[in-house]
């Protein structure tokens, strides 16, 4: 408490609690508070907690919130700024701080309002005010007038207020529907917007399109509050089976209604895994297309991307937002020439997969018997100095790449973001040997020189060997045996998790580890070969499937 006064003299509305605290607990936390500060301290409890707890919040990526924060604040950082349902507080700590600011939240758990109060007071010299209630039915802020609201309201809530509400002043755009609680969400944060502020919601895409709120968008529409509708890349956010959409709103003033809206759409952006999308494209391509269209009041059209669209063009009978159904598609030339050079690299990896198959086995070691080494641990090494062992970290920088456990399962790039803080993160060098710990399988990945550099993800092992000692590749090769990774594994009910420490190594001459090492190394080269061969194949098909059936390649 005295740390967050010290901080930010903030105001913290809502509830106090009574906590009972493990002695033990709380001279541990001070202790760490005392090595790393109060607010690198919270947010590696806070991410431990999450981590632990994945189904009890729905948290909003930290690159999605800076997105969102960027487009509310694209004319200069706001003074104040609202959000309503706030959970953990990820979108109003992606607001550019400022002198004098007051950021504004309130949630329906009380747990969650003391928590995002006291991760912004921690995080900057402003003022917070958090308060627990039901935002539609009891707000605590019905005066405010904000320059920006950020909203990741709940999605189809039916039990929102719709019998209590029918009266409310803040339906100006019309009264929602009972299975409409996001049209109750959109009209909250207009009424809370001083004129001429900005207010950036995710929705689901059926916000966009539902017939039972088309009067509503309409009138949205008419009186110049949407401004723009972005379609998200499958897997930016929870639940990440579905491209959600992000709506932006300001508050209509004296100024006439721009007769454009404007409409993008990212999906070419998605990625395979759980990585999320390509988040650099994708900021680049609607903060690009935001801007432009904000200045000017219309975009001229980017194929397949954006466009601006004539309002009176949406007002039919179905007032249907979803930006796909209004682009016009990429030219066929560019759909031919992609597919053309999708096959040649198809083509390329096939003949190099063919290349690089194991030869046959010619030669069974001793009729079949297992080799007897004497053997060591991934421990004993470590204790002797032969490799120093890490394990992933909870922050770091907000930009710079980190390989996530799926990342080495699938061999793809690092794709994952921590939340930005000043805690050190494990950054990977070449020859490192990263190791995932959960899941059960068995996989080892080599940091090559363009893996190199990015920062080691939760779940994961590093192990750095003395190159004097230990061959990586050698290394992580017998890593990846099925026997060696069944005998240091531990099962709980629903997980299973690798004891590194325990993982087997036979104690050989290091000519004789790049001996092993060698064809480790050039299995890997062929797996890599198959897994790139299954993705151009997987691309090939589907682009053949969607110009087929657009027109843009004919059947001869």
């Given at each position: 408490?005295?740390?967050?006064?010290?901080?930010?003299?903030?105001?913290?509305?809502?509830?106090?609690?009574?906590?009972?605290?493990?002695?033990?607990?709380?001279?541990?936390?001070?202790?760490?508070?005392?090595?790393?500060?109060?607010?690198?301290?919270?947010e590696f409890l806070l991410g431990r907690h999450l981590d632990a707890n994945p189904r009890?919040?729905?948290?909003?990526?930290?690159?999605?919130?800076?997105?969102?924060?960027?487009?509310?604040?694209?004319?200069?950082?706001?003074?104040?700024?609202?959000?309503?349902?706030?959970?953990?507080?990820?979108?109003?700590?992606?607001?550019?701080?400022?002198?004098?600011?007051?950021?504004?939240?309130?949630?329906?758990?009380?747990?969650?309002?003391?928590?995002?109060?006291?991760?912004?007071?921690?995080?900057?010299?402003?003022?917070?005010?958090?308060?627990?209630?039901?935002?539609?039915?009891?707000?605590?802020?019905?005066?405010?007038?904000?320059?920006?609201?950020?909203?990741?309201?709940?999605?189809?809530?039916?039990?929102?207020?719709?019998?209590?509400?029918?009266?409310?002043?803040?339906?100006?755009?019309?009264?929602?529907?009972?299975?409409?609680?996001?049209?109750?969400?959109?009209?909250?944060?207009?009424?809370?917007?001083?004129?001429?502020?900005?207010?950036?919601?995710?929705?689901?895409?059926?916000?966009?399109?539902?017939?039972?709120?088309?009067?509503?968008?309409?009138?949205?529409?008419?009186?110049?509050?949407?401004?723009?509708?972005?379609?998200?890349?499958?897997?930016?956010?929870?639940?990440?089976?579905?491209?959600?959409?992000?709506?932006?709103?300001?508050?209509?003033?004296?100024?006439?209604?721009?007769?454009?809206?404007l409409l993008v759409d990212t999906g070419r952006?998605?990625?395979?895994?759980?990585?999320?999308?390509?988040?650099?494209?994708?900021?680049?391509?609607?903060?690009?297309?935001?801007?432009?269209?904000?200045?000017?009041?219309?975009?001229?059209?980017?194929?397949?991307?954006?466009?601006?669209?004539?309002?009176?063009?949406?007002?039919?009978?179905?007032?249907?937002?979803?930006?796909?159904?209004?682009?016009?598609?990429?030219?066929?030339?560019?759909?031919?020439?992609?597919?053309?050079?999708?096959?040649?690299?198809?083509?390329?990896?096939?003949?190099?997969?063919?290349?690089?198959?194991?030869?046959?086995?010619?030669?069974?070691?001793?009729?079949?018997?297992?080799?007897?080494?004497?053997?060591?641990?991934?421990?004993?090494?470590?204790?002797?100095?032969?490799?120093?062992?890490?394990?992933?970290?909870?922050?770091?920088?907000?930009?710079?790449?980190?390989?996530?456990?799926?990342?080495?399962?699938?061999?793809?790039?690092?794709?994952?973001?921590?939340?930005?803080?000043?805690?050190?993160?494990?950054?990977?060098?070449?020859?490192?040997?990263?190791?995932?710990?959960?899941?059960?399988?068995?996989?080892?990945?080599?940091?090559?020189?363009?893996?190199?550099?990015?920062?080691?993800?939760?779940?994961?092992?590093?192990?750095?060997?003395?190159?004097?000692?230990?061959?990586?590749?050698?290394?992580?090769?017998?890593?990846?045996?099925?026997?060696?990774?069944?005998?240091?594994?531990?099962?709980?009910?629903?997980?299973?998790?690798?004891?590194?420490?325990?993982?087997?190594?036979?104690?050989?001459?290091?000519?004789?580890?790049?001996?092993?090492?060698?064809?480790?190394?050039?299995?890997?080269?062929?797996?890599?070969?198959?897994?790139?061969?299954?993705?151009?194949?997987?691309?090939?098909?589907?682009?053949?499937?969607?110009?087929?059936?657009?027109?843009?390649?004919?059947?001869?």
């Amino acid at each position: 408490q005295a740390d967050v006064g010290r901080l930010s003299s903030p105001v913290l509305g809502g509830p106090t609690f009574g906590i009972v605290i493990d002695g033990d607990l709380l001279r541990g936390t001070a202790e760490l508070a005392a090595e790393l500060g109060a607010r690198q301290t919270f947010e590696f409890l806070l991410g431990r907690h999450l981590d632990a707890n994945p189904r009890q919040y729905t948290l909003t990526p930290t690159e999605l919130a800076r997105l969102m924060a960027e487009l509310a604040e694209s004319a200069g950082p706001a003074a104040t700024a609202l959000d309503p349902a706030c959970g953990t507080g990820a979108l109003l700590r992606a607001v550019t701080p400022r002198p004098g600011q007051e950021l504004y939240a309130q949630d329906d758990a009380p747990d969650l309002a003391a928590l995002t109060a006291l991760r912004l007071a921690l995080r900057a010299q402003v003022t917070v005010r958090a308060t627990a209630g039901d935002t539609l039915r009891a707000d605590a802020y019905p005066a405010l007038r904000a320059d920006v609201v950020l909203c990741h309201p709940p999605f189809n809530e039916r039990n929102w207020g719709h019998d209590e509400l029918a009266y409310d002043p803040r339906w100006e755009y019309g009264f929602p529907a009972r299975n409409e609680s996001e049209l109750a969400w959109v009209q909250h944060a207009l009424a809370r917007l001083k004129d001429g502020g900005t207010a950036v919601l995710l929705m689901p895409p059926a916000a966009a399109s539902r017939r039972s709120g088309r009067r509503i968008r309409a009138d949205l529409l008419r009186r110049g509050a949407l401004k723009a509708v972005v379609a998200l890349p499958i897997g930016a956010a929870p639940p990440y089976n579905i491209p959600l959409h992000l709506w932006v709103l300001r508050r209509p003033g004296r100024a006439a209604a721009q007769p454009e809206v404007l409409l993008v759409d990212t999906g070419r952006f998605a990625t395979e895994g759980r990585g999320g999308p390509d988040w650099q494209a994708v900021r680049g391509a609607v903060l690009d297309a935001w801007k432009a269209f904000d200045r000017a009041g219309r975009l001229d059209d980017e194929p397949g991307l954006a466009r601006s669209v004539p309002v009176i063009e949406l007002l039919d009978d179905d007032v249907d937002l979803a930006p796909a159904r209004h682009l016009p598609p990429a030219t066929a030339a560019d759909g031919a020439d992609e597919l053309t050079a999708v096959r040649e690299r198809l083509g390329e990896t096939l003949r190099l997969t063919a290349d690089l198959t194991p030869p046959p086995v010619d030669h069974v070691a001793d009729s079949a018997r297992p080799t007897r080494w004497p053997l060591t641990t991934i421990g004993e090494l470590a204790r002797g100095g032969a490799l120093v062992m890490r394990t992933g970290g909870n922050g770091g920088h907000a930009r710079v790449p980190v390989l996530t456990d799926h990342d080495v399962l699938a061999g793809t790039a690092p794709s994952g973001i921590l939340p930005e803080s000043d805690e050190v993160a494990v950054l990977t060098e070449p020859g490192d040997v990263v190791v995932p710990v959960l899941g059960g399988g068995s996989m080892a990945r080599v940091i090559d020189a363009t893996t190199a550099g990015a920062a080691l993800g939760r779940s994961l092992v590093l192990l750095r060997p003395d190159p004097g000692a230990l061959d990586p590749w050698f290394l992580a090769g017998f890593l990846r045996g099925t026997a060696n990774n069944r005998q240091a594994s531990s099962y709980a009910s629903t997980a299973t998790r690798l004891d590194v420490r325990r993982l087997q190594l036979p104690r050989l001459p290091l000519d004789e580890q790049r001996r092993y090492g060698a064809r480790f190394r050039a299995l890997e080269d062929f797996e890599r070969a198959l897994r790139q061969a299954g993705r151009l194949g997987e691309q090939l098909v589907r682009g053949m499937y969607d110009g087929l059936t657009d027109g843009t390649v004919t059947p001869d």
